[in-house]
């Protein structure tokens, strides 16, 4: 089961983490085009499964200690190159850029095969949870910047 699991979660490798997901109808508009928004969804399972294969699940996260830990989006860049359509097959790149203090910088890509469709900066901020900011643990800071260098 647990080869499934971390097969669904996608994988480490070249410096970051790939997930493949397929277009479904429901992620589409009117013109048979992924739904610009709809992106938004593949770039957040990219960034969740990527920390699901580093051994840092979001839920685990959030209580672990006291004070718990959490990931939110602080700012996103998105340039969107090229449209996906109905039953493409999108390969979801993610890889650290920076890890440490408050603060990751992350790069996405989302692509056709070899053809980039979306390039994404996000900034994520490490949060508490009650809200406030809180320093990366270097545990998990590491595990970020290991995968970035392998």
């Known amino acids: 089961m647990s080869d499934q699991k971390f097969l669904l979660a996608g994988e480490l490798l070249d410096g970051g983490h790939r997930l493949v997901q397929r ?3 429901e992620d589409t508009d009117f013109s048979g085009m992924v739904y610009h928004a709809r992106y938004l969804h593949f770039l957040e399972r990219g960034r969740t499964d990527y920390l699901r294969c580093l051994g840092c699940e979001q839920s685990t996260l959030l209580s672990a200690d006291e004070e718990g830990l959490v990931f939110v989006v602080h700012r996103m860049e998105i340039d969107f190159k090229q449209p996906a359509r109905m039953d493409d097959i999108l390969m979801i790149q993610t890889m650290t850029e920076k890890a440490g203090g408050a603060k990751m910088l992350l790069n996405q890509e989302i692509r056709r095969g070899e053809t980039l469709l979306i390039a ?3 900034v994520i901020a ?4 009650h809200g406030r ?3 990366l ?3 998990i800071a590491e595990k970020f910047l290991t995968a970035a260098a392998e």
């Open 126 to 129: 490490v949060i508490n949870k």
């Open 120 to 122: 994404a900066k996000v």
């Open 133 to 135: 900011p809180r320093r």
């Open 23 to 25: 277009v479904y109808y």
């Open 137 to 139: 643990p270097e545990t």
